[in-house]
Structure formats: structure tokens, C-alpha cells
């Protein structure tokens, strides 16, 4: 129990620094916005092993070749929508974009659980059962994006830290997605 519960923590970090740039984006949270977003990270995050486990071997190494590089595509685009609207300035521009609705929210669930795919691939090879895992999984993260969507707003909130944070917001999307790159040896010709 430990062990998964250390594991579903790891998984979250992503959901839950998404979950800020995403508070800090909105600068007012209303709780609607935060059910949406930690219904939809912690019901991928949930997801994500169990199709990873029921895959099992015969997609793993079909997926591994470009797993991180979807995850980072993902993050990239939302980094870059954050930042744009950093430097465009104004509250108007910031406010425009709802991380909580649409295609944005599908896209940032999908960038942020896709380390959970690979959790549930490695959980089938050691023959454990998904479901409890599986679900400690997801509540850990809709936990995590809870207190992050309200951490962000806490930040956003501040006029004059606002823009700063998005653009801060921002960069940390890109980090994680370059970081998952890293983790995956995707950027070992740099060394």
C-alpha cells in the first residue's frame, strides 16, 4: 500500500504543476473549474494504467518509441498559449482561455497520465492487479489537482505577480515536457 500510494504521489507531480500553471492562467477558480480539471486528471490517471495494463506486452514497445514525445507535443502547445498570453499582457487575454474546458483540458489530462500508461504496462509484467492501484492513482491526483488549482490561484491573484506567474506557468510546462524527454533519453546526442 505504501508503495503504490509513493507511486500514485509520483505520478501526480505532473497533474499537480499543470494544476498550478492552470490556477495561475485563471487567476479566479471557482469550484466547478477545479471539479472539472481534477475530475478529468485523476480519471485519466486512473485510466491510463489500466489500459496500460491491459495492453501488457504486445503494444509496449510500439508505444515506447514515441510516448514522450506526444506528452511533450501536448505540453508545448498549452506552454506556448500561456506564454503568448503572458506577453500579450492585459487580464482579457489571460482570461480567454479556459484550461478547464475543451480540447485543452482532453490535451493536458492526456500529457500529464501518460507516465501512468507506462505504470500500468510495468504493473502487468510483475502480474499485479490493476484496480487498487488504478484507483489510488486517480484520487491522489484529482487530490493533488485540487490544492494546485487553488495554489495557482493564490499566485495569479497577486496583480502584480500575475503575469510573471503565467509566464512562469509556462516555462514549467515546457520543463516537464523536456524533462519527460530526458527521462526517456530522447535528449542524450546533447550530452
Known amino acids: 500500500m505504501i508503495n503504490t500510494l509513493a507511486l500514485a504521489v509520483a ?3 505532473d497533474a499537480f504543476a499543470v494544476s498550478i500553471a492552470s490556477g495561475v492562467s485563471l487567476r479566479t477558480v471557482s469550484a466547478r473549474q477545479t471539479f472539472r480539471l481534477a475530475w478529468h486528471f485523476g480519471l485519466f490517471q486512473a485510466m491510463m494504467p489500466i489500459i496500460g495494463w491491459g495492453a501488457g506486452f504486445t503494444v509496449r514497445s510500439r508505444i515506447e518509441a514515441y510516448d514522450h514525445w506526444v506528452a511533450f507535443a501536448l505540453l508545448a502547445f498549452v506552454a506556448q498559449g500561456m506564454l503568448r498570453s503572458a506577453f500579450k499582457g492585459g487580464p482579457a487575454e489571460a482570461d480567454a482561455k ?4 475543451g480540447m ?14 507506462a505504470v500500468g504496462l510495468s504493473l502487468s509484467m510483475i502480474n499485479v492487479s490493476i484496480w487498487t492501484p488504478a484507483l489510488i492513482i486517480g484520487l491522489v491526483a484529482g487530490a493533488f489537482t485540487t490544492v494546485g488549482m487553488h495554489l495557482g490561484k493564490a499566485i495569479g491573484s497577486m496583480a502584480q505577480l500575475s503575469r510573471w506567474a503565467e509566464m512562469t506557468g509556462g516555462v514549467v510546462l515546457l520543463a516537464i515536457g523536456i524533462n519527460i524527454l530526458r527521462e526517456h533519453g530522447a535528449l542524450a546526442f546533447l550530452s
Do not use: E, H, N, R
Not at 98 to 101: G, R, S, Y
Not at 104 to 117: E, G, H, N, R, W
Open 104 to 117: 485543452t483540458m482532453v490535451m493536458l489530462s492526456v500529457a500529464t497520465s501518460i507516465d501512468a500508461l
Open 98 to 101: 479556459d484550461p478547464t474546458k
Open 11 to 13: 505520478l501526480a507531480m
